[in-house]
């Protein structure tokens, strides 16, 4: 059965994007240095993006973060999931009522609207087939925002906790943890670069 792993970059402060993110500012406000690690000349770095892209044999993730890769200052033909890497596996989005249209049309979309546990299911189904057809494991990546890891974390439907932790502090903006939330975790590894610091956990309860 496929991995479900929520990956996903936070500051030292805990938050996946500055203050006053949306559609037009993703990463919200002094967000921008969150990413830097991914679009660096660094091996480390640039074998942890690649790993990860190449692995995933569906992503899931929430409608806010659809609207802002799917919106006019989204993804391109140079950046996508991946970023620089720009992997094209089967997208799953959450969302109560799917768009009336989509601009990235080149990308395999589906959109879930009977909830979250649905569309990891639905992810799941994708990666296990990618995998039958390709003779190897892949992953169903929960890519974001925060809140849909969150909720993904709170539900139990979280095997891996892959986190890029930047060299930044925001002091406020959108938390990955916002509380309430107890979970124990074993550490897997640790990869250091020049630009962040690459964390992974299993997901023990």
Known sequence: MSRVIADITISLDGFVTGPG????????????????????????????????????????????????????????????????????????????SPPPSVRLTTLDWTFVTTGLAAAVEVARERAEAASAERDEELDVVVMGGGATIASALAAGLVDVLSVHLAPLLLGAGTPLFPGGQSHTLVQRSVTPSSTATHLVYDVVT
């Open 21 to 96: 993110a949306g559609p037009d500012n993703g990463l919200g406000t002094g967000g921008e240095p969150l990413h830097r690690w991914a679009f660096s000349n660094d091996p480390a770095d640039q074998r942890i993006l690649r790993e990860g892209t190449a692995r995933s044999g569906a992503v899931v993730m929430g409608r806010r973060l659809f609207d802002i890769v799917d919106g006019p200052h989204g993804w391109d033909e140079r950046t996508g999931y991946g970023a620089a890497e720009a992997g094209t596996p089967p997208f799953v989005v959450v969302t109560s």
